[in-house]
């Protein structure tokens, strides 16, 4: 018989176990050390309440791990979720799901957001027959980082940045708006683990990075308009080899759509991993 509950008194130690057996067999390999999935949960603002598993013979067989955040109460997040090999097919998902779904109604959240990895055929149907619809596509890629600098351009002045401050004025700099999980919300949540860095010209924000330092990744990096081609996104990446010494960083979910930074990636010898599609549902 299956059980359903929330995740609040499950330890997180289960719930990394069972992620990572429903990923066993995923399109591109996903097992995190336990540190890397509490980050992830952490960054993501993963709510124990809103999360539901399923449980046989005292066995955890399926989960939606959801994030939230109060500040924007009507919105929510799916973290991950899936089902373990041996107990997909039996409309566990839908099961876990429609629990999931009564816990978002009764707190008035209103709108989902999840992101499905292209290639992943039965997850996208799954997402589509309870109502997600595609709203956009996003890129993963590899950077290799650029040798770092012995000299920097008398022009560009990088320095390190409040999260603070850039969330200030960084918004300025975009030509989208970042997935949830590199957002400055999300980021704030797990600030410590940030290296952030600037470029000011006469006091105005004209480029910065954001790496989330444990996974390597570049949650953010964005260069004014009229500043671009000049070589401040190059030095804020040498910067952060200085700082970390990576031989290579990832970007997950940049907009497809932005040839710019696709081309900025080409050129520093960077290549496209896999796309996603973001997917929305009215809860």
């Given at each position: 018989?299956?059980?359903?509950?929330?995740?609040?008194?499950?330890?997180?130690?289960?719930?990394?176990?069972?992620?990572?057996?429903?990923?066993?067999?995923?399109?591109?390999?996903?097992?995190?050390?336990?540190?890397?999935?509490?980050?992830?949960?952490?960054?993501?603002?993963?709510?124990?309440?809103?999360?539901?598993?399923?449980?046989?013979?005292?066995?955890?067989?399926?989960?939606?791990?959801?994030?939230?955040?109060?500040?924007?109460p009507t919105s929510g997040y799916v973290v991950a979720s899936g089902t373990i090999p041996s107990h997909r097919r039996r409309g566990l998902a839908k099961q876990v799901?429609?629990?999931?779904?009564?816990?978002?109604?009764?707190?008035?959240?209103?709108?989902?957001?999840?992101?499905?990895?292209?290639?992943?055929?039965?997850?996208?149907?799954?997402?589509?027959?309870?109502?997600?619809?595609?709203?956009?596509?996003?890129?993963?890629?590899?950077?290799?980082?650029?040798?770092?600098?012995?000299?920097?351009?008398?022009?560009?002045?990088?320095?390190?940045?409040?999260?603070?401050?850039?969330?200030?004025?960084?918004?300025?700099?975009?030509?989208?708006?970042?997935?949830?999980?590199?957002?400055?919300?999300?980021?704030?949540?797990?600030?410590?683990?940030?290296?952030?860095?600037?470029?000011?010209?006469?006091?105005?924000?004209?480029?910065?990075?954001?790496?989330?330092?444990?996974?390597?990744?570049?949650?953010?990096?964005?260069?004014?308009?009229?500043?671009?081609?000049?070589?401040?996104?190059?030095?804020?990446?040498?910067?952060?080899?200085?700082?970390?010494?990576?031989?290579?960083?990832?970007?997950?979910?940049?907009?497809?759509?932005?040839?710019?930074?696709a081309g900025f990636i080409e050129k520093h010898g960077g290549s496209l991993e896999t796309k996603q599609t973001v997917m929305h549902l009215q809860v």
């Open positions: 018989m299956i059980a359903i509950r929330s995740c609040r008194d499950t330890p997180l130690a289960d719930l990394h176990e069972l992620m990572c057996a429903a990923f066993a067999d995923y399109v591109l390999p996903m097992r995190p050390t336990q540190d890397q999935f509490r980050l992830m949960l952490r960054q993501r603002g993963f709510d124990a309440a809103f999360s539901k598993i399923a449980i046989e013979n005292d066995k955890a067989v399926a989960f939606w791990f959801i994030g939230y955040d109060p500040a924007i799901f429609a629990r999931v779904r009564g816990a978002l109604l009764d707190k008035r959240v209103a709108s989902l957001e999840l992101e499905v990895i292209d290639g992943n055929h039965g997850a996208r149907k799954l997402y589509q027959s309870l109502g997600f619809r595609p709203q956009r596509d996003v890129a993963c890629y590899t950077i290799p980082m650029p040798t770092p600098m012995l000299t920097s351009s008398a022009s560009i002045i990088i320095k390190d940045a409040s999260l603070n401050d850039l969330r200030e004025d960084g918004v300025n700099l975009w030509d989208w708006t970042p997935t949830w999980q590199n957002d400055f919300r999300s980021l704030a949540r797990i600030s410590d683990q940030l290296v952030s860095l600037e470029c000011r010209k006469d006091g105005e924000l004209v480029g910065y990075a954001i790496l989330i330092g444990p996974t390597a990744t570049l949650a953010q990096i964005s260069i004014r308009t009229d500043q671009r081609r000049k070589g401040i996104g190059t030095h804020l990446l040498a910067r952060l080899h200085r700082k970390f010494g990576r031989k290579a960083i990832q970007v997950i979910n940049a907009d497809a759509r932005d040839i710019c930074l």
